[in-house]
């Protein structure tokens, strides 16, 4: 016999349908709520760690300005020190150069002329004076060209002020300083004298063995003659360079 169910049923499975979709929907919805609060804790955590390196940059950053600022200082230091440095390698270069100017002015001044001022300023030197003519001055003005210390001069200004005096005329020259070349000759004479008196005591003791009496009247003769060359420079009352060169081998040959 056939059972026919004559109950509700599509209602009810409707209501289960109902309650099995609002239960999906509420573990979906709860998974959703994890699921957001793990993200905003991973956040979070990626944040403070971003803030962290942030702030270890900021303190490295502010060290290394610490330290840029004492290389700013330091340089600033070594500037001065290499300033101060050139301005004592220029004061041991030029020395000597005021000694040598003075001797310069003493010899290149003519007897006619006489100076009354005199400045220098770096490489540049003013003469003014007074002199007894412009020949004087003249001359003058060729003697300081010709002297290694002194190089171009030229004239400012030169007036015959009409005075009852031995020397009327006033000038004003500015000199250009220069250096001479490092051509010591001396060194140069020094070290061709040496093998020659050494050639010359060598030849003076060779025959000495043989025949000592010979030995010693040549040695006798050029003693008692020495051959002695003065340069036209040594006449005028100075040095010269291959003097001292001439004279000792003069005295050996």
């Known amino acids: 016999m056939a059972r026919i169910n004559l109950l509700p049923w599509r209602a009810e499975r409707r209501k289960q349908r109902e309650r099995e979709f609002f239960m999906q929907l509420g573990a979906a ?6 699921f957001v609060m793990l993200w905003s804790f991973w956040m979070g955590m990626r944040i403070d760690n971003q803030n962290d390196r942030n702030a270890y940059l900021q303190g490295q950053i502010k060290q290394v300005d610490v330290k840029i ?4 200082s ?3 230091v070594r500037s001065q ?5 050139k301005i004592i390698e220029q004061l ?13 002015l003493v010899k290149t001044i003519p007897s006619s002329a006489r100076l009354t001022e005199l ?5 540049s030197m003013t003469l003014n004076g ?6 004087s001055v003249a001359e003058y003005m060729r003697n300081i060209e010709k002297s290694p210390w002194m190089g171009q001069v030229s004239l400012s200004q030169t007036e015959n002020t009409h005075l009852a005096t031995r020397m009327p005329y006033t000038f004003g020259l500015t000199v250009t300083l220069s250096r001479p070349k490092q051509d010591d000759s001396a060194s140069k004479v020094a070290p061709a004298a040496k093998p020659n008196a050494h050639a010359a005591a060598t030849d003076a003791k060779a025959p000495a063995k043989h025949a000592p009496a010979a030995a010693s009247t040549v040695v006798d003769k050029t003693a008692a003659k020495p051959s002695v060359s003065v340069s036209p420079v040594q006449a005028s009352g100075h040095p010269s360079p291959t003097h001292d060169a001439v004279v000792k081998g003069g005295a050996k040959s």
């Open 74 to 76: 330091l340089e600033r």
């Open 81 to 85: 020190l290499l300033a101060r440095k």
């Open 92 to 104: 041991q270069a030029n020395r000597s150069q005021m000694v040598h100017l003075f001797d310069e």
């Open 29 to 34: 919805f709860v998974a959703g709520i994890l």
């Open 119 to 123: 400045k220098q300023n770096g490489q």
């Open 130 to 135: 007074v002199a007894e003519s412009n020949a």
């Open 69 to 72: 600022a004492k290389i700013d």
